[in-house]
């Protein structure tokens, strides 16, 4: 099944094992942990590849991606603006660039629970809990992986854990345990054919590992095969920073399986 872009897929999500291990130092989250969707195996490992994963783009049209990146478009032209939850077009306008961290979440959040609030709501929580900081020059500071991941955990009871070092081996190491890792990339992996300039800056949900590729939801990304994007692992690591959030789909506590 093929998730329409900036739509929710209207399929429930249960864990069905649960393996529970100690964090050590407080810190580390157990890899020994079945994510929500994946069906047990006969050897009783978790499915590397968490699908489907709706397309959730930082811009209200996709449609729109190329032109407003590539062109110069005024991305607060963009008619379906509202949609995003922004309370007016100059809102959206501001802040649709700054939100690719927020797509990932939202992503995650629909994929794990089959709901999530708006773009904007989201962004307003981790704005409250300092995730994005206001500049006296009218710039914004964000997304800060700590406070981001204090968010996600109280408000949506979604384990994160801050990786400031993370190798590309270490990440796919995350990936086939289970998790989802929003991953820190040059804006141009969008374009993977073309060496990047620098790398990082933006915001990508690795969502699984394959047969050597990585599979990843892009919310800038300006054509379809860029938004539900698949790179070998050596190719996506000539984007990768090297650093991101992994997020833990297990249910929150409280939560029945």
Not at 124 to 129: V, Y
Not at 143 to 162: N, Q, S, T
């Amino acid at each position: 099944m093929v998730a329409p872009e900036n739509t929710v897929d209207p399929l429930p999500y249960r864990n069905l094992l649960d393996v529970t291990g100690e964090r050590k130092g407080g810190t580390r989250m157990s890899l020994q942990r079945l994510p929500c969707c994946a069906p047990a195996t006969g050897g009783g490992a978790p499915r590397p590849l968490h699908s489907p994963v709706p397309v959730i783009t930082q811009y209200a049209s996709a449609d729109l991606i190329g032109a407003i990146v590539y062109e110069g478009h005024d991305p607060a032209a963009d008619p379906a603006w509202a949609t995003t939850g922004a309370p007016d077009r100059a809102a959206y306008g501001r802040w649709c660039g700054h939100m690719c961290g927020i797509a990932c979440l939202r992503m995650a959040l629909l994929h794990r629970d089959g709901t999530a609030p708006p773009l904007f709501r989201l962004l307003d929580g981790a704005s409250r809990h300092g995730a994005y900081v206001r500049q006296d020059d009218g710039s914004v500071k964000g997304l800060i992986y700590a406070p981001f991941a204090r968010y996600a955990a109280a408000a949506h009871g979604l384990g994160a854990e801050v990786a400031p070092e993370l190798p590309t081996r270490r990440l796919v190491e995350l990936l086939d345990a289970g998790r989802m890792v929003m991953a820190s990339v040059s804006k141009e992996i969008r374009r993977p054919e073309a060496d990047p300039p620098s790398r990082g800056g933006h915001l990508v949900l690795a969502v699984g590992h394959h047969a050597g590729r990585i599979h990843f939801r892009n919310p800038s990304g300006h054509t379809p095969e860029a938004r539900r994007a698949v790179l070998p692992v050596e190719r996506f690591g000539a984007f990768f920073a090297g650093r991101g959030v992994a997020l833990d789909l297990a249910p929150p506590l409280g939560r029945p399986a």
